[in-house]
């Protein structure tokens, strides 16, 4: 190794304090940043003053960014695919089921109905927008992964988010209906509404953390060009 090359290590080593500047080793109980790894290629091809040493450091950065799954090294997720939805589905139902056997949903769902202006219950509006709220800050503001938005509909709406939301409600439906509690005490069908929303934010919260705790996931990333592919697909078969 060349001079410059040992004081390039030492301009650039130390930034990180995973990385034992004597040793050259790196903290295993530590992700490494994909990213963070690539800059400081950068600046040693730029440190380097021998053609071949800096062919030999491009060499190296293509590999690394050709790594499958390189992502997931970085603890991001920027892909939503159809194992999510089917996580997202398992963490909605292990939070909803013990809501199903109680009655204060019934309650809450009658109370959300007590207040309106202009016929509009404000408290069953209020929920909604608590839940999605409450879907988008689990999802994208908080620490327990960097969650990224690739592809969003219509070049605005987080996929993620979107499928999120319609896994829960559908799974609080379902189980509301195959339990029998949608129809219990005959109740109106606003009101009935009013238990799915009840239901449908503890399944919210259990398929935001069944989405990302996991990680990003394998399988076919969902877009609406896949769906329609997918239809598409199915028709032709028929």
């Given at each position: 190794?060349?001079?410059?090359?040992?004081?390039?290590?030492?301009?650039?080593?130390?930034?990180?304090?995973?990385?034992?500047?004597?040793?050259?080793?790196?903290?295993?109980?530590?992700?490494?940043?994909?990213?963070?790894?690539?800059?400081?290629?950068?600046?040693?091809?730029?440190?380097?003053?021998?053609?071949?040493?800096?062919?030999?450091?491009?060499?190296?950065?293509?590999?690394?960014?050709?790594?499958?799954?390189?992502?997931?090294?970085?603890?991001?997720?920027?892909?939503?695919?159809?194992?999510?939805?089917?996580?997202g589905f398992v963490g909605a139902v292990l939070l909803s089921l013990p809501l199903l056997v109680e009655d204060g949903v019934f309650e809450i769902a009658e109370w959300f109905l007590e207040t309106t202006i202009a016929g509009i219950p404000v408290a069953l509006v209020a929920n909604v927008t608590f839940i999605v709220l409450l879907t988008t800050g689990l999802l994208y503001w908080t620490d327990f992964r960097d969650v990224g938005v690739s592809e969003p509909l219509f070049g605005v709406v987080p996929r993620r988010l979107v499928g999120?939301?319609?896994?829960?409600?559908?799974?609080?439906?379902?189980?509301?209906?195959?339990?029998g509690r949608h129809a219990e005490e005959d109740p109106t069908r606003l009101?009935?509404?009013?238990?799915?929303?009840?239901?449908?934010?503890?399944?919210?919260?259990?398929?935001?953390?069944?989405?990302?705790?996991?990680?990003?996931?394998?399988?076919?990333?969902?877009?609406?060009?896949t769906v329609d592919d997918l239809v598409g697909r199915d028709s032709e078969d028929e």
């Open positions: 190794m060349s001079d410059s090359e040992a004081d390039a290590g030492d301009d650039y080593g130390p930034r990180r304090d995973h990385v034992d500047r004597q040793s050259g080793e790196v903290d295993a109980d530590v992700d490494i940043d994909v990213d963070d790894v690539l800059e400081r290629l950068d600046e040693l091809e730029q440190s380097v003053s021998s053609p071949s040493e800096r062919a030999d450091v491009r060499s190296v950065r293509r590999m690394l960014e050709h790594v499958p799954g390189r992502r997931s090294v970085s603890n991001g997720i920027q892909k939503y695919t159809t194992r999510d939805v089917a996580e999120v939301l319609a896994v829960s409600f559908l799974t609080s439906v379902f189980l509301l209906v195959l339990w009101e009935a509404f009013g238990r799915v929303t009840v239901i449908w934010a503890a399944a919210a919260i259990g398929a935001s953390l069944g989405d990302i705790l996991p990680g990003e996931s394998e399988g076919t990333d969902v877009t609406l060009e």
